[in-house]
């Protein structure tokens, strides 16, 4: 059965308005997942802590920041990178992707933190708490069902 590591996330070089992001881990693979297609999934989210000084309109709810896309085809991207295991055992993966500085800036502008003097307020940008979700699995099966017709209203 496949299972995954931990993932790590580094926050590296910002150029222009982008970061470099890079997720890595490892995949564990045994006898059983030979031969067989997983599809990796990797997307980064805000959270929002309790101690937070949220600015008003945000949400307690972590935010989607980005999900990492691949290329499929030539030019289609798709978001999940295919892994067909040839042998069991330990495959390292690292993916970096540049992400909008301000996606990043998942508590945006700026909170009091001292006083400079009776009437200067002390100004630092909210902290911003960034994690990765990244998911291994097989292909998702869908299947529609008949549309079925209410009358007038459902």
């Known amino acids: 059965m496949a ?6 996330v ?19 693979f045994d006898a059983s997942d030979v031969d067989r297609t997983y599809r990796l999934e990797i997307k980064l989210y805000g959270e929002d ?5 949220l600015p008003s309109g945000d949400s307690t ?3 989607l920041i980005s999900t990492f896309m691949w ?16 042998a069991a055992g330990a495959v390292n993966y690292s993916e970096k992707r540049a992400i909008d500085t301000a996606k990043l800036d998942e508590d945006a502008g700026k909170e009091i ?17 960034v994690y990765a979700q990244v998911t291994l699995g097989t292909a998702p099966v869908t299947k529609r069902s008949a549309t079925v017709q209410a009358g007038i209203g459902v």
Do not use: F, H, Q
């Not at 933190?113 to 708490?129: K, Q």
């Open 113 to 129: 933190v001292g006083w400079a003097d009776i009437n200067t307020p002390i100004y630092m940008p909210r902290s911003d708490e």
């Open 3 to 8: 299972t995954l590591s931990t993932p790590t």
């Open 71 to 86: 290329v499929s085809g030539g030019i289609l991207l798709r978001s999940y990178k295919a892994v067909t295991v040839l």
């Open 49 to 53: 802590l309790s101690g937070d000084n």
């Open 61 to 63: 709810a972590d935010d």
């Open 10 to 28: 580094t926050l590296g070089s910002t150029s222009g308005d982008k970061r470099d992001v890079t997720v890595a881990g490892t995949m564990n």
